[in-house]
């Protein structure tokens, strides 16, 4: 006995707001085959950069904690 399809979408409910058609592929076809492929040196490059990137936010944020820190002691020595 061969299976229908009809048999198998029995349980599956209608979709709704696209009238019953097929959707529409997010991506067509020359876009995703002209898609550039990622390497492992490209993901090493990114997650690097991702990394220094967040070093240098963290030092810049400790620096204007430190600058913020040494003005208000310089200030409290002047009363």
Do not use: F, H, W, Y
């Not at 020359?30 to 550039?36: D, F, N, T, V, Y």
């Not at 997650?47 to 240098?56: I, N, Q, T």
């Amino acid at each position: 006995m061969k299976t229908k399809l009809e048999d198998l979408l029995k349980g599956v409910p209608a979709r709704e707001g696209n009238g019953g058609q097929l959707l529409a592929p997010s991506v067509s076809a020359s876009e995703a085959k002209s898609a550039e492929r990622v390497t492992a040196l490209d993901k090493t490059t990114a997650s690097a950069k991702r990394l220094l990137d967040d070093e240098a936010l963290a030092r810049s944020e400790k620096t204007a904690r430190l600058k913020a820190a040494r003005e208000k002691r310089d200030m409290g020595d002047e009363d």
